[in-house]
């Protein structure tokens, strides 16, 4: 791994973790309702989700390889 290609690249790797906030719902709650209410005004977008079977995960890997993907790639299974 070298970050100096993600530079070069314009490429990053990001990562969050939102657990710490399980507890507050009343914080989480006013927030929810500002970030929806901005989606319903057309302020916010929501990514591209591109949604794959999972029997399809060499094709995802290849598409996410490829370079023309953007927004997420969900696989998902057969509900039982």
Do not use: Y
């Not at 927030?31 to 302020?43: A, N, P, S, T, Y």
Request: net charge negative.
């Amino acid at each position: 791994f070298d970050a100096m290609d993600l530079t070069v690249s314009n490429k990053s790797v990001l990562g969050f973790n939102l657990s710490f906030f399980a507890e507050e719902v009343e914080i989480l709650s006013d927030l929810f309702d500002r970030i929806v209410g901005w989606m319903e005004e057309g302020k916010l977008r929501c990514p591209r989700v591109r949604a794959m079977d999972m029997r399809e995960v060499g094709e995802a890997h290849t598409f996410i390889q490829s370079g023309k993907s953007s927004g997420k790639i969900i696989l998902t299974t057969a509900s039982v």
